[in-house]
């Protein structure tokens, strides 16, 4: 009975902190993941949009290169709001970078 108990314990909290990941993209699903269905993946595949990552500043910027320097089109405001936000709180700069990751 401790054994099960063990087990099913140990099921729940490795799982707590595990994220879903979409099948399409490889991107964490959260709120504001269609509108980067719908803007970025379009050209770019699902990793490699997050390959660096940063805060808001940084992706509201990145929008912004990708607006002026490579077509992409005008967003509204508030779907460009949720796109930033599900952008840095998913993908925030990584502190540590390695070829291994």
């Known amino acids: 009975m401790k054994r099960v108990i063990f087990i099913i314990g140990f099921i729940f ?20 993941l269609g509108d ?9 595949i699902g990793r490699f949009v997050v390959i ?8 509201k910027k990145k929008i912004y290169i990708m607006q002026k ?5 005008d967003i509204d405001k508030k779907t460009k709001e949720r796109m930033i936000e599900y952008l840095s709180k998913n993908y925030p700069k990584k502190v540590k970078v390695s070829i291994d990751e």
Do not use: M, R
Request: neutral net charge.
């Open 36 to 44: 980067i269905k719908e803007n970025c993946t379009v050209c770019h």
């Open 52 to 59: 660096n990552g940063g805060d808001k500043k940084f992706w």
């Open 69 to 73: 320097a490579y077509g992409l089109w």
């Open 13 to 32: 909290i490795t799982t707590i902190g595990a994220k879903e990941i979409d099948s399409t993209t490889g991107l964490i699903v959260d709120k504001g």
